[in-house]
């Protein structure tokens, strides 16, 4: 009779790999986690994408815009000057009725300019003047907001006020005014106009202001500025402090005198 045996240690090892193959297959699947996973992958690749795409959007943008104001836009600064005549009052005398004009000698005034004809803005600076008791300053003349800002230098202050288009020129017009004053073609001999300014109220959001004088007045106390009527020849003096600018974006200079209460 034949004996037929088998080796245990085969069956062991059979049963040991149906051990690990249950192990490998998990007992319970939940199908909603595994589709929520990867609708989360999903929607993290769609965010990344849109992400890099801002991204080099804003590169694009902001190289654009630093090569248009730094390159383009460099041509149109200018550095003129213009002379001008002030009339002079003698205070009149008790004894007398009528007052003399006294004669009065040429003055220069010199800035510099930088006119941004598509964006409806000019920017101009007043150096430390070298024969006048003006304040340097810094000056926003911005069309589309139809606002005027003055940043005194001395001070550091900023000051806002509606945009005067009576005194001041369209940016087209006045580069071509500066263009003729550089060639030689237009040499002005002007005068003076003045006009005096009185803060009213200071200003808390600047930033409304827009993007030019935002620039100006960022960082800096600003205040509103309302005009009032000028009085020229003798006028009786308010105790006010005030200090003057010198400017000048037309084909007369303007003295404009700011003062607080």
Not at 81 to 93: F, Q, S
Not at 195 to 221: A, N, P, S, W
Request: aromatic share 10%; glycine share 6%; with cysteine.
């Amino acid at each position: 009779m034949v004996k037929l045996a088998f080796n245990s240690a085969l069956g062991q090892k059979d049963l040991k790999k149906e051990e690990k193959d249950e192990a490998l297959i998990p007992q319970d699947v939940d199908v909603e986690d595994i589709l929520r996973v990867r609708q989360q992958s999903r929607a993290w690749c769609w965010c990344m994408c849109l992400g890099l795409a801002l991204i080099l959007s804003g590169v694009v943008v902001g190289g654009a815009y630093l090569y248009r104001y730094y390159f383009t836009e460099e041509e149109k600064m200018y550095f003129c000057g213009v002379n001008y005549r002030e009339e002079n009052y003698r205070m009149r005398d008790s004894q007398e009725d009528t007052g003399m004009d006294l004669p009065t000698a040429s003055k220069r005034i010199e800035e510099r300019v930088r006119v941004l004809k598509d964006e409806g803005v000019e920017l101009i600076n007043i150096p430390v003047p070298k024969f006048s008791d003006s304040d340097p300053a810094d000056i926003v003349h911005d069309f589309n907001r139809k606002l005027t800002a003055y940043l005194d230098l001395r001070l550091n202050k900023c000051y806002v006020i509606p945009l005067n288009t009576s005194v001041v020129m369209p940016p087209k017009s006045f580069a071509e005014l500066l263009d003729n004053i550089e060639a030689g073609t237009y040499l002005p001999q002007s005068y003076l106009v003045r006009e005096q300014m009185m803060v009213t109220g200071k200003v808390e959001h600047v930033d409304q202001l827009g993007y030019f004088i935002y620039g100006l007045c960022r960082g800096k106390d600003t205040y509103k500025l309302e005009r009032r009527e000028t009085v020229f020849g003798i006028q009786k003096r308010e105790a006010l402090n005030c200090h003057k600018i010198l400017h000048f974006e037309n084909k007369f200079v303007v003295e404009t005198l700011i003062c607080e209460p």
